[in-house]
């Protein structure tokens, strides 16, 4: 089986808020599951700690609750890790997923280089800037008035770089992944977006902002959420594979990676409904025309490139 390295999930925010179990999913909207990732071959996960600025607790409060859930949870499953630089030779344990940690909306920093610095030593190896809403370090993909990086945004684009902390483009406006883009000294990523030409939407890449990333050594990880794949209520492999052939043909195939957005949305497509389905995705890019050395980039080896630089 081929391996799998998932650039973005929610898991995390499952168990703070929904009491989600790893190795028992005992909820209907629960997807990411131990078994389940052993099932499709995921050899990668990444887990993100998102901050929802609907409750009342602080931001640095709730991404902090998701960090110890993170760590809780690699204490109870000795089959996870987080990703060393020498876990790339060990792709045949076939009990071990190799894991990072990273945060889904700058709020989490509450405005403090010192703050991202602390993540940073907690583990954190990525940040997306935003999330839906724009925010005191740029403006969101689904904000108001495409407002791009802050004064301080650029701060902390520019730290990021120094200290080691990949900056993760998805959810940002279109000025802000072009401000990203001008003031990052590393490449960037996007962990889970997809392509506006096959399917419009302002969540989605344009072709420029997808040679960009890509000719900085970036990936950029297809989601799976229907409202960036189709006008139909439900989305298949299908409308993934459409975006991979385009993001291959557009951006070349070393900057194609999978971001699924498991547990960060209401439903999934209807043939690929957890990580388990994943075979059924690389069969349908084989089916496609993509080599199996190709697949072996998108699924897992371009996304584990880039992040080893960050580790």
Known sequence: MIPVADG???FLYGVVN???DFERPHLSQQNIAHGRLMQGNVKLQFFAAWTDMSLRLPPLQQCLAM??????MHQACPSLRPLTKSAQNDLQEQAVIDTVLTIEGGEAIEGSLSVLRMLHRLGVR???????GNNELA????????????ALGVEVVEEMGRIGMAVDVSHLSDRGIDDVLRVSSRPVFAS??????????????????IRAIAAQGGTIGINFYHKQLTNHPHAAIADIVAQLSHL????GIDCCAIGSDFDGMPKYPIDLQTSADFPALVQALLTAGFSPSDVEKVM????HRYILQFI
């Open 300 to 303: 897992y080896q371009n996304l």
């Open 18 to 20: 929904h009491g989600y």
């Open 192 to 209: 889970h977006s997809n392509c506006r030409e096959v399917y419009a939407s302002p969540r989605s890449l344009t072709d420029d902002q």
């Open 126 to 132: 990525a940040m997306a800037l935003t999330w839906n």
């Open 139 to 150: 403006g969101a993909a689904l904000g108001r008035g495409n407002k791009g990086l802050s």
């Open 248 to 251: 291959a043909d557009v951006g």
């Open 67 to 72: 960090v110890d859930t993170y760590y809780a």
């Open 8 to 10: 973005h999930c929610d």
